[in-house]
């Protein structure tokens, strides 16, 4: 079973940052890939970004590519997502997602344990 906490939610203006933490444990970290979700009230949950076991394939959903950095520490099993120029319409819940192969993905239904979700609240 593998445990997923995110953290590093909170309140933004538009254009500022913030930078989400995924802290998992409970299977070996390199062997999974991992996504970052979101879902907004009353919204489907969507694909933000996807990183591969290694790192070495990334994949942006096309609403945060050039504003969204995706990353991991596989010493640290820590997947990160670095959020600028952060707008109103990224306000949502944000989830931390892990799958049992290491190639990355951008569907929902290709991941296979998920965190908790942390608020993410940009104002105008």
């Known amino acids: 079973q593998v445990q997923l906490v995110e953290s590093g939610g909170g309140l933004a203006q538009a254009g500022g940052s913030l930078r989400l933490s995924c802290a998992a444990s409970g299977r070996t970290f390199s062997s999974q890939a991992m996504g970052w979700f979101r879902q907004a009230p009353g919204k489907e949950r969507e694909f933000v970004a996807g990183i591969s076991g290694s790192g070495a394939t990334i994949y942006y959903a096309d609403s945060v590519k050039g504003r969204f950095t995706i990353s991991r520490d596989n010493a640290k099993n820590t997947l990160y997502l670095q959020m600028n120029r952060l707008q109103p319409e990224d306000t949502a819940v944000y989830y931390c997602?892990?799958?049992?192969?290491?190639?990355?993905?951008?569907?929902?239904?290709?991941?296979?344990?998920w965190g908790q979700g942390t608020q993410v609240t940009v104002s105008s």
């Open positions: 997602a892990a799958r049992r192969g290491i190639g990355a993905r951008t569907t929902t239904s290709e991941y296979d344990y």
